[in-house]
């Protein structure tokens, strides 16, 4: 019989061993690959309502600043027409005045 015969049984442990250490080490590689496919897929929806978010924002503020020329023209418009009743008083008054000098 020769040595090359013979079976070693700390060799084929140790084969056994590295063996499910291997198996093991592709368990946890696969593991970390779907974990960072759910960390992907989560910051991906992250992103979207961050984006929706910031588009809503910006709509509000546009809006904002849509009402405040809407109002701002609406002003002008209430000056306008306030300019334009003062000066109808005025020629009223004046008209009024002209009656009352002709009365006397």
Do not use: N, W
Not at 33 to 44: D, G, I, K, T
Not at 50 to 69: F, P, Q, Y
């Amino acid at each position: 019989m020769s040595i090359d015969d013979v079976k070693d049984p700390i060799t084929d442990e140790a084969a056994a061993d590295a063996a499910a250490s291997i198996a093991k080490a592709f368990q946890d590689v696969q593991a970390g690959e779907e974990a960072a496919r759910q960390a992907e897929e989560r910051l991906s929806r992250l992103e979207a309502k961050i984006e929706e978010l910031l588009a809503s924002a910006e709509a509000t503020v546009g809006d904002k600043e849509a009402l405040a020329r809407e109002l701002g023209a609406v002003a002008e418009e209430l000056k306008a027409v306030e300019g334009g009743v003062e000066g109808e008083e005025g020629k009223k008054g004046e008209e009024g005045g002209e009656k009352e000098k002709g009365k006397q």
